[in-house]
């Protein structure tokens, strides 16, 4: 059999050790959820320890403080939340990481996606398809690591648990030792740096991260945590090296677009704004939230590109946001709002038309057409969608708004818009007293 | 520090993720599933597949033939492929043994197949594709 096929099993000292753990499992699926629970029997889990869930995200918390379960498989997203508010829960209640598991599956293999493992302390990502070799052996190989960790690692752990506890003398004393020894000095001048930032230090911090991140194998976390500060404290020359080595030792995390694009425009690289630009536009074959996070990198870099009067650039990039992502309304709005902002009405027309489609609610629709008159000051074209707004009952405030706010700027009578403040009163009985007094109605 | 921009830097391949199409033709009801990102495979055991379909796709008990193929295609599929018509595509036979309907009547049912005719060294070296993108995955976190 070929040797990726085979299933690693745990040495029954760690298997007998792990009878007495307690699991939570969250996914929407049921099949995946059996999927995982199989696995975590088979590495030792007894099914009355494992509390197997499928509700709500406050479904999902309420058991995990209540359980306090050593090992966690979850997705990504719990509803529409993300596992990291998990993740620091469980931190809170097990700061000390060395005996206890908290894996997320995602559906996304690419390496960037992937990546997310590294901004996170979770033990593994784990990527759909499943297999029971993707998911025994990757929990497997996780349990094996933490139980030979050796003394400098048992520090480490330990320094982290002071960390998360905010004990941060005893942390900053503990990882200070740490930075003696070549396994940990790159995830120990991280966290000194952090110490330090925390302290609101970030002269100090920025010591310990350059240190850092001049080791021979630097840790993401340095870099990254070097990236963000140098960045805040607009060291844009020194952002943009920085960015260049965590490129070249790392996998792009989306997550840093906006830091790259504040670095481009800082620093005047406006070709690699455009370079930039033109790599996301090529990422059609990309998973849907990794398309997300581009198309809205592309609407910062068109708002850059536009204040550097590159519009055809600028154009070009939101057409593409709107492409790439193509059932993401907020993107649609955000790019026309952006097209009419910058005195590009007609585009911003043609883009709603192009990209809204048949299920695009109405009210959505109303609202961007709404959006884009009023960043274009045309409040009479405002005023003439007012009908519209009667008609399809809306439930949006911020639709009466532009719409009043139209009205107010044209100096139209109240008896005029009776009807649409009588629609606010009954609508939004909590609201509406001191939203209509700012319009004097 | 290298000579390279930072965009030189951002490789398109890092974004991408493996992909396949899997076409779907159910042999008791005569349904077919041509179209990209209908079907989506969420496990692969040693002799069954559990992927989400469309709903009302099929019963359990139906015979399903599943062609896969790995992504870009040259040309648009437009009609279920004859046994062998593409070079790499993998193709099995199975039927359904368990479908898990969702609550939402528009929302994808979960299918797990069982096969009753495949080829064990193409499923398996199908399965090891995903084996060693998950090891490079895991080999991320060595320098967290």
């Known amino acids: 059999m070929n040797p990726l096929l085979e299933l690693k099993k745990l040495p029954s000292e760690l298997f007998h050790k792990y009878r007495s753990k307690k699991a939570l499992v969250y996914h929407p699926n049921s099949m995946t959820r059996s999927a995982i629970t199989n696995t975590l029997s088979s590495i030792g889990l007894t099914s009355q320890n494992v509390s197997i869930l499928s509700g709500t995200f406050e479904d999902v918390k309420k058991n995990l403080y209540e359980i ?5 498989i979850c997705s990504t997203e719990i509803e529409t939340q993300s596992f990291v508010e998990i993740l620091n829960i469980h931190e809170e209640i097990y700061p000390g990481r060395l005996n206890c598991l908290m894996c997320v599956i995602g559906k996304d293999g690419s390496l960037s996606s992937g990546s997310i493992l590294l901004g996170h302390f979770i033990d593994a990502y784990i990527a759909t398809p499943l297999s029971a070799q993707i998911l025994t052996n990757t929990l497997v190989d996780q349990i094996i690591l933490k139980a030979s960790a ?16 905010k004990n941060y003398k005893q942390s900053k004393d503990l990882f200070v030792k740490l930075i003696g020894f070549k396994s940990t000095a790159p995830l120990a001048y991280h966290f000194l740096g952090q110490i330090l930032e925390k302290d609101n230090n970030p002269i100090e911090a920025l010591k310990f991260y350059t240190t850092g991140i001049k080791l021979a194998n630097p840790s993401y976390l340095c870099l990254q945590s070097c990236l963000n500060l140098l960045v805040k404290e607009k060291q844009f020359e020194k952002a943009h090296d920085v960015s260049a080595l965590l490129l070249e030792k790392y996998p792009f995390n989306p997550n840093d677009i906006y830091a790259l694009l504040q670095i481009f425009v800082a620093t005047q690289k406006h070709n690699e704004i455009i370079k930039l630009i033109s790599i996301f ?5 990309v998973d849907t939230k990794l398309k997300n996070y581009l198309s809205a990198g592309l609407v910062i870099g068109a708002k850059l590109l536009f204040k550097q009067s590159d519009p055809v650039n600028a154009i070009s990039a939101l057409e593409h946001a709107c492409f790439l992502s193509s059932t993401n309304e907020k993107v649609l709005e955000q790019s026309c709002i952006l097209l009419a902002e910058f005195e590009y009405k007609d585009d911003a027309f043609k883009l709603l038309e192009k990209y809204s489609g048949p299920k695009m609610h109405k009210e959505i629709f109303l609202r961007i057409q709404l959006e884009i008159y009023d960043k274009s000051k045309d409040y009479q074209s405002m005023i003439k969608l007012g009908q519209d707004l009667l008609k399809i009952e809306s439930s949006n405030l911020r ?5 009043l706010n139209a009205a107010k700027m044209l100096k139209i009578p109240n008896r005029t818009i009776s009807s649409f403040t ?3 009163k ?7 007293q001191d939203f209509l007094q700012k319009y004097g109605l | 520090m290298t000579d ?11 974004l991408q993720d493996i992909e396949h199409l899997v076409l779907l033709r159910n042999d008791t009801s005569g349904t077919i599933c041509l179209e990209e990102n209908t079907i989506r495979i969420l496990e692969m055991k040693d002799d069954s597949i559990i992927i989400t379909v469309p709903a009302n796709t099929c019963a359990v008990s139906h015979s399903l033939t599943l062609c896969i193929l790995k992504l870009p295609l040259a040309k648009k599929i437009s009609k279920f492929p004859k046994p062998g018509q593409h070079k790499n595509a993998l193709e099995v036979i199975g039927k359904v043994a368990k479908v898990k309907k969702s609550k939402n009547k528009q929302e994808d049912w979960t299918l797990l197949i069982s096969f009753t005719q495949f080829d064990v060294d193409s499923w398996e070296r199908f399965i090891i594709t995903y084996v060693e993108r998950q090891n490079n995955i895991n080999n991320l976190k060595k320098n967290i």
């Open chain 1, 68 to 72: 306090k379960p050593e090992v966690i």
């Open chain 1, 150 to 165: 050796n003394e400098q690692s048992k520090t480490f752990d330990q320094a982290r648990k002071e960390f998360i506890k």
């Open chain 1, 281 to 285: 536009k090529n990422a059609q074959s």
């Open chain 1, 399 to 403: 639709n009466f708004e532009l719409f």
């Open chain 1, 422 to 424: 009588e629609i606010i």
């Open chain 1, 426 to 432: 009954n609508k939004f009985p909590d609201k509406s």
């Open chain 2, 4 to 14: 390279k921009t930072i965009s030189d830097l951002i490789l398109l391949s890092n």
